[in-house]
T-cell receptor
Framework: LAKTTQPISMDSYEGQEVNITCSHN???????ITWYQQFPSQGPRFIIQ???TKVTNEVASLFIPADRKSSTLSLPRVSLSDTAVYYC????????????FGKGTRLHILP | GAVVSQHPSWVICKSGTSVKIECRSL??????MFWYRQFPKQSLMLMAT?????????EQGVEKDKFLINHASLTLSTLTVTSAHPEDSSFYIC???????????FGPGTRLTVL
């Protein structure tokens, strides 16, 4: 599994766009980039996954440059309820493969 | 999306007793499930991989005789914390994979407090 580096914490304000960048210099050719969100006292939940360029869903966008050594999770117009920990994971996605979580980014949205 | 449930959602027990936590995949079958523990303000730490019909695979440093895992069916895995001590107090989370992106579905977690 490729090692990932994310900011430990970030603060933003309601209505702003938040971008969380994850570095993964050792990403392998077959690796995907997956982001999970965890609210306090809950299990994580899948947000988005991508391989290259840009992926968008109803929750977020994921931007991946051509060299794939980093990725950016973009949350549009955040609200207080987006306060959570966001984990960036890199690996070959197989349903039976274990996931090793990094420290994640603790995002705090202010009113 | 698929749903994974856990029971109980919280439990308080006395030191020395055993506690069983159930993890169920409600609308899909899971030959493999994972158990994590999480301390306050920390990330999830993988404890073990639960394999249906066979022995669990434990991560380094996790005592298999203390954390008994049973995966007797394709929808149920149980984690039993034996002879619990206050240092076992933590948030225990299970997961199972299988979404369209092969992502993991996580249970809501079980808060264990050992007095």
């Amino acid at each position: 599994l490729a090692k990932t580096t994310q900011p430990i914490s970030m603060d933003s304000y309601e209505g702003q766009e938040v971008n969380i960048t994850c570095s993964h210099n050792n990403i392998a050719t077959n690796d995907y980039i997956t982001w999970y969100q965890q609210f306090p006292s809950q299990g994580p939940r899948f947000i988005i996954q991508g391989y290259k360029t840009k992926v968008t869903n109803e929750v977020a966008s994921l931007f991946i440059p051509a060299d794939r050594k980093s990725s950016t999770l973009s949350l549009p117009r955040v609200s207080l309820s987006d306060t959570a920990v966001y984990y960036c994971l890199v690996g070959v996605e197989n349903r039976d493969d274990k996931i090793i979580f990094g420290k994640g980014t603790r995002l705090h949205i202010l009113p | 999306g698929a749903v994974v449930s856990q029971h109980p959602s919280w439990v308080i027990c006395k030191s020395g007793t055993s506690v069983k936590i159930e993890c169920r995949s409600l609308d899909f079958q899971a030959t493999t499930m994972f158990w994590y523990r999480q301390f306050p303000k920390q990330s999830l730490m993988l404890m073990a991989t639960s394999n249906e019909g066979s022995k669990a695979t434990y991560e380094q440093g996790v005592e298999k005789d203390k954390f008994l895992i049973n995966h007797a069916s394709l929808t149920l895995s149980t984690l039993t914390v034996t002879s619990a001590h206050p240092e076992d107090s933590s948030f225990y989370i299970c997961s199972a994979g299988g979404g369209i992106y092969n992502e993991q579905f996580f249970g809501p977690g079980t808060r264990l407090t050992v007095l």
